[in-house]
Each structure stands twice: as C-alpha cells, then as structure tokens.
C-alpha cells in the first residue's frame, strides 16, 4: 500500500541533487518496536524524477522549446512529473510543487534585454508557474490551506524591493485564483483590500477569473480605487460577473435584484467610461460593457464616445475603439470621427432594437427584424503590435505635467518605466481573447513570442497575460544605440505577406511605435529614408501606425508625419 506522505528523511536526501537515498529493509528484532516502513519504491522514483528537473529548471538548464517551437513532449513530460508528484496529496509535495510555482530562474551574469528576453521565451516559466498551481489546486492534505494563507501575510509583502515574499504571495494568489473553495474566495475578497497596491491588483485580477453575482457589490466599490490598475481589474471581473446573467443573447431577462444590480454596474461603469482619466481604465470599462451583451449598454458606449471625442488630446485612439464596439454591437456602418449619427440612430431606432437570441446548432435562424442582431464582438482593432525603444537613451529622466497615464504628474520617472507602466495598464484592460505581440528593440531587435522563428500573433489569456506582466516587461532594461528601423521593418514584414501577395493579408492592423525617435544605428538612419521605406512598405497593407513619445526631449518632427502618413496618430504625453 502507497503510503500518502513523504516522510523528512526521505526528502531531505532526495532534494540533494544526485543522491540516491537507498531504504534497508531489516526485520525487527525480538520484542524491539516495530520499525518505520520502507518507503514505496514508486514514491521514491517520483520525488527523484521531479527534483531532478526542478534542479536544471532553477538553473536554466529546461527548455520548453526546441527549434523554435514549443516541445510539446516536453511540456507533456514536464505535467507527467508535477502529476506523479501530486498523487501523493501530502505538504512535502505541496511544497516541492510550490517552489515550482514560485521561483523565477535568472541567467548568470548581467544580461541585455534582448538575452533575457530569448532566455524567457525558451524557458517559458508561465508555462511551469501555471501548471503547478493547477497541480497544488488538486491537493487536499488539510494543512494546505492555511500554509498558502499564511505566505499573504508575511512581512517581506510590504518592502519596497522585490523579493521572494512578494513572489510567494503572487503564487499563492494564482493558485487562490481557480480553487474551487469557498475559503480561497473569501481570501481573494480580503486581499483585494488589505494588500499592497501590486498584489491587489494581481488579487482583482485573480477574482476575475472566477467572478460571480456575490462578488459585484465589492467590484464596484473597487471602481472607485485610487490605483488604476485595480480600477481595470474590477472593471473587467465585473464583465465577467453578470454577463452569465444578463446576456440577451442567452435569451438572459433579469428581473428584480438582479436587474438593479446589472443597471447599478452599467451606470458605475458608464461613469469611469466618462470621466476616468486614464484611458486603459476607459478602455476596460468599455470592453467590459460590451462583453454583457445586453440593450442597455449601447447608449452608455454612445456616451462614452461622445466624451473621447470630445478630449483635446488624443488618448491613444479610444475612440476607434468605441467606434468598433459600437458598430459590432448595433451591426451598423458608421463614418468615423463623429457622434451625430449615433445618437440619431438611438433616437429614432433605440426604442425598436432588440437584440436577437443565439440559435442552437442545427436549428434555422428566425428572420431578424431590422435591428435585430447578434452583438458581434470581434474588436479588429485589438490585433495590435507594440515596437517598443529600450535604448539607453528611454533611460533619460522625465516629468510628466498631465495625468493622461498612471504616472504621478511631476514625480521624477523615466521614459522606460512609463512605457512598462503604461503597458501594464493596456495589457490588463485588453480583453481575453485578444491579439498582441511585442517588438523590443535597441541595437538588436527581438520579438516577446515566436513560433518557428517567427513572431506570431498571442492570444491573451490568463496564463501570457502573466508572462508579460511577471516576466517580460519587468526584464526590460534601456541599453545601447537605436535601431528604429530595424524594429520597424520587421515589424511590417510581421504585418503581412509581401507586396506581391495577391491577398495582402495583415497579422495585425494597428502598430504602435514607442519611442523617443532619434535612430543611431542599422541599416538606415536617415530619417527621411526611413519614413519613404515605410511608406512604401505599408502601401498595400494599410496598418495604422501610431507613433507615441513622452516629454520635452522627443524627436517629434520625425514621428509626427511618419504617423500621419500611415494612417495613426502621434501621441505626445507630457
């Protein structure tokens, strides 16, 4: 019979790497006690088996890809282990598999952003960090609970330098985050509160992925948090919460409380879609009333778009975005950069529309009236690419006088930092489903995700949506020359098939460029040339590329025109 613990001899020798623990088995002598069993021989070689790999795991000696691709043997190998480890259902495996979920290899020696950012990509710690929470969720040994509960309270959480509490805590809330206990709920509500401002957001965040009805009230009360990041969180959980119960396209007809909560929600987020300064908050409102799915969130969108319209300074084209959301959610065409057909058509047509429920499969659609339709929520301007400048020169002090971005207006910061902040923010607003990708460059120039050795286009989900936030953007560090064009040429061979491509099919149709726009090195540094080449590049393609730079030290005579003559925007953010 297996036995359901790891007893602390046998863990100690076989998380010494190499060892080989061996287990005498001698019969007892006459009238002494009886002796501990053996250990089971299984148990041994799984412990062995995944000690094993944790150790070239800390050490960057796994990989997760091989020629360029995901190994996907190796990832099924790697689930193998964690599985065979978590069968035993006992603390000893519980924390092997938390270390797993935890740690975060480094390479030795001080490393560019580039290498960091080929050293991720192939190790892929998302990937493990996600597995092993999946394998600590299935554990049952009654200690658990309260030993995960416990690491949110340690006193490294609230220190100003990363360390390894804080990094235990970030575990412990994406393991909380799926758990199927009603403890773990009550934890993810206590920490939205009480936890420092990183892991509250990180605390929403975790909610959201399992957010229901119960949850709303304290998600609206989270609406109004000083935090902008914990702001997009409770916007997007709050979606997530009642579009089960509200979608009228689920034929969904809320009543009673459940309709005065659902009008309470669209109001609250009908507010920060109006007056919150900071558009990646905008942008979460916005997306998160169109994922409900129901009548009463159009003129709210209306009303949204009528106020970014009305903005003096473009912030980062919300309101395409509003525009595309409108348009998937009412079916209708509508010429850009103005509110007067909007509003006429919720006039005349608002009181007859209705939105039409999903047919089952099989079954023949019924005729639709002429407002009648399905909300399409296929957000194209959301397959978006990011070049982003890590040169030495993004490490140059600035002062931001506005509050466009999340940065405090007048605090001293850095052109680097605002674009990882600002990035943050974007990533968490965007919504599940959507397409991103991101080019860094300085000298050289490297893409977040490849396949095959090429970028492609990620889906955001939970699981990259960590990668980016804990791994990539925070390896991110300003060094060297700036290779612009380089960027930018492989950013728009990314974007499409080549000129002489009968399709001239687009990965992604709209391109941001952040930097701060003088280019030093590569194979062009003419300004001039580079705006031609682009141009010609981008003939067939027509993606919008936006160009945005941060305070008083930017090379805005480049950029502005490089944006305007591809159908984007210069963004100035003082």
Known sequence: MRRNRLSSSGLLALTLVGATPTFAQKAPAKGAAPQEPAEDPVQIADVKAFSTWLAEYKAGAFRLVKEGRTDEAALTGLDAKMAALAKWNSMAAARMLFEAASVEPRPTGAQSSTDLIDFYRELQPWRVQSLAARHLRSLSCPPLMPWLIGMLSAKGIRAAEKNQDQRNAAAVLRILAGHPSIEARLELLKACRAMPTELRVQAVSAMAQDATLETAPTLVELLRDAEPNVRIAAANALGTAMQPHVDETLGKKPAGELLATRDLVIAKLGELLVRDQIWQVRSAAAFSLAVMRCKPVVPTLIAGLEAELARKKDPWAMDVRLHR???????????????????????????????????????????????????????????????????????????????????????????????????????????????????????????????????????????????????????????????????????????????????????FDTLYVITDGAPTVGEVTDKEEIRRRVRAANQLRKIAIHCVTFGDKNDTDFLKPLAE??????????
């Open 565 to 574: 003559e591809n159908g984007g925007r210069h963004i100035h953010i003082e």
């Open 325 to 507: 959301l409108l348009e998937g959610l009412t079916g209708l065409t509508v010429v850009q950069g103005s509110i007067t057909p909007w509003k006429d058509f919720w006039q005349k047509e608002g009181a007859s529309f209705a939105v039409a429920p999903k047919t089952e499969p099989g079954k023949e659609a019924p005729k639709a009236s002429k407002y009648e339709k399905f909300f399409n929520l296929e957000i194209e301007s959301d397959r978006v690419l990011f070049v982003l400048d890590f040169s030495g020169s993004m490490a140059e002090p600035v002062q931001l006088l506005g509050k466009t971005t999340g940065a405090q207006p007048g605090k001293p910061t850095t052109k680097a930092e605002i674009v990882v902040a600002e990035l943050k923010k974007l990533v968490l607003s965007l919504p599940d489903g959507a397409l991103i990708n991101l080019v860094v460059f300085s000298d050289e120039v490297r893409t977040w995700r490849e396949e095959g050795g090429k970028p492609a286009l990620i889906k955001l989900t939970d699981d990259t949506r960590d990668d980016l936030l804990g791994n990539f953007l925070d390896s991110l560090r300003p060094n060297g020359p700036t290779n612009l064009y380089g960027a930018l040429d492989k950013a728009l061979d990314f974007g499409g098939r080549g000129l002489h491509d009968k399709y001239y099919a687009a990965g």
